[in-house]
């Protein structure tokens, strides 16, 4: 696959909607009830969020879906899903999708994206925090309850929040320069690289479980002392770390009563 074959545009129409479904499907494997079903693709765009897609001439192989949301008075994006197809991942098309999401916020004086994700997912984090300079300093517990997703392994869907300050420093160096400013870590969270086999099959799954409970109230007692995740490495055997510290800017939109 050559990226630059891959166009990033806004979805047109029910057809390619439709698209958005398809590979939803193919991607999280969901029960039909827990999909996102078209009309919500639909509302999602005429309401001032964003559908993207990346397609390799007319056949769609990646999307990312946005919802528009307020807080204090503020507008800013949620961005609920992002999908790449199986054979099209690891050339820098999430990456994309997000880039273009960024450009399109801007364009309309949007200045914070946020999505939600899930802590013991080691790649995932990595995009974000590294690769997008995304920070997190909020949790949720279970958030839509235990899905039927086999990416989920039957675990409580925890969820990490993903804070993008699309005009932070942070951001803009981490995109002119390729790497995010330095800061002092004061915490470290580990997410070993078994973490996909062990969620997998049902007699290692209670190891899942007990790696996510570890971090979850690792991460609710740091988060409580003002310390956001700032950095995430990974090492030649695929474990994952968070590094935790004080984020220096400013930006906040002030949680909703
Ligand atoms: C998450 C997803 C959209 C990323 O798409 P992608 O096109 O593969 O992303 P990119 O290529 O832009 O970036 C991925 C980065 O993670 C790295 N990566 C790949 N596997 C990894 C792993 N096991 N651990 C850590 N990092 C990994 C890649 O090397 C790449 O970094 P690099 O550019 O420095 O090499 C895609 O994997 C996907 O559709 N996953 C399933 C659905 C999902 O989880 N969506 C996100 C939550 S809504």
Not at 41 to 57: C, P
Not at 85 to 104: A, S, W
Not at 157 to 167: F, N, Q
Not at 168 to 192: M, N, Q
Request: proline share 5%.
């Amino acid at each position: 696959m050559s990226g630059d074959a891959i166009v990033i545009r806004p979805c047109h129409g029910v057809e390619e909607l439709r698209a958005c479904v398809a590979l939803q499907k193919e991607v999280w494997n969901f029960s039909d009830a827990e999909l996102v079903p078209l009309r919500m693709f639909v509302v999602a765009e005429k309401v001032g969020g964003q559908v993207m897609g990346a397609f390799e001439r007319d056949v769609m192989v990646g999307f990312a879906l946005a919802i528009p949301g307020t807080r204090s008075g503020h507008l800013y994006l949620h961005s609920h899903m992002l999908a790449v197809r199986k054979d099209y991942r690891n050339h820098g098309l999430g990456r994309r999708l997000k880039l273009f999401q960024r450009e399109d916020a801007l364009a309309r004086g949007i200045e914070l994206i946020e999505w939600t994700f899930d802590p013991l997912e080691i790649k995932n984090a990595y995009l974000n925090i590294e690769k997008l300079g995304a920070i997190v300093r909020r949790y949720n517990i279970n958030q839509y309850g235990i899905t039927s997703s086999p990416l989920q392994g039957g675990l409580p869907s925890d969820r990490l929040i993903a804070e993008w300050w699309l005009k932070s420093k942070r951001v803009e160096r981490l995109l002119k320069a390729g790497t995010h400013p330095p800061f002092d870590c004061e915490a470290a969270i580990e997410v070993p690289a078994q973490i996909y086999e062990w969620k997998a099959a049902p007699d290692t799954r209670a190891k899942a479980k007990a790696v996510q409970e570890r971090n979850r109230g690792e991460f609710l007692q740091n988060f409580s002392k003002g310390l956001a995740v700032l950095g995430y490495e990974r090492d030649a055997q695929g474990n994952g770390r968070f590094l935790l510290g004080h984020w220096e800017e400013p930006w906040s939109y002030a949680s909703q009563p």
